[in-house]
């Protein structure tokens, strides 16, 4: 089992900026994918940005449309953790922010995808407003 911890959440005026870091812990695995969904009010859960990881394979990241350029998702090995710096922050970004973890590498096309991955944290709030 993965357990996985979100935080960094909060409230940010339009334009602000907020990191969202997840924690890892439990099973590990040598090949694995990490992802970031958002979920608002009355809508489903969106694709942000998911990388698959694996020793001596080539590292990328996917974005949703809607959040590139703006977003990044990056890995810190050592912490277990995976973080989402989201600049440029509009009230349209209002959701809950979900971490999620699949214990292989996903190809890029099925990334974007909720019954992609494993495992899920509990979600941290994040909320853009004046």
């Known amino acids: 089992q993965v357990q996985l911890a979100e935080s960094g959440g909060g409230l940010v005026q339009p334009g602000g900026s907020l990191r969202l870091s997840c924690v890892a812990s439990?099973?590990?695995?040598?090949?694995?994918?990490m992802g970031w969904f958002r979920q608002a009010p009355g809508k489903e859960r969106e694709f942000v940005a998911a990388?698959?990881?694996?020793?001596?394979?080539?590292?990328?990241?996917d974005y949703g449309d809607v959040v590139k350029g703006r977003f990044t998702i990056s890995k810190d090995n050592a912490e277990n953790t995976v973080y989402l710096q989201m600049n440029s922050l509009k009230p349209e970004d209002t959701a809950v922010y979900y971490c999620?973890?699949?214990?292989?590498?996903?190809?890029?096309?099925?990334?974007?995808?909720?019954?992609?991955?494993?495992?899920w944290g509990q979600g941290t709030q994040v909320t853009v407003s004046s």
């Open positions: 999620a973890a699949g214990s292989s590498i996903i190809a890029s096309y099925r990334r974007t995808r909720v019954d992609a991955y494993d495992y």
């Open positions: 439990g099973r590990t695995f040598s090949s694995y994918t």
């Open positions: 990388f698959s990881w694996s020793a001596g394979s080539p590292y990328y990241a």
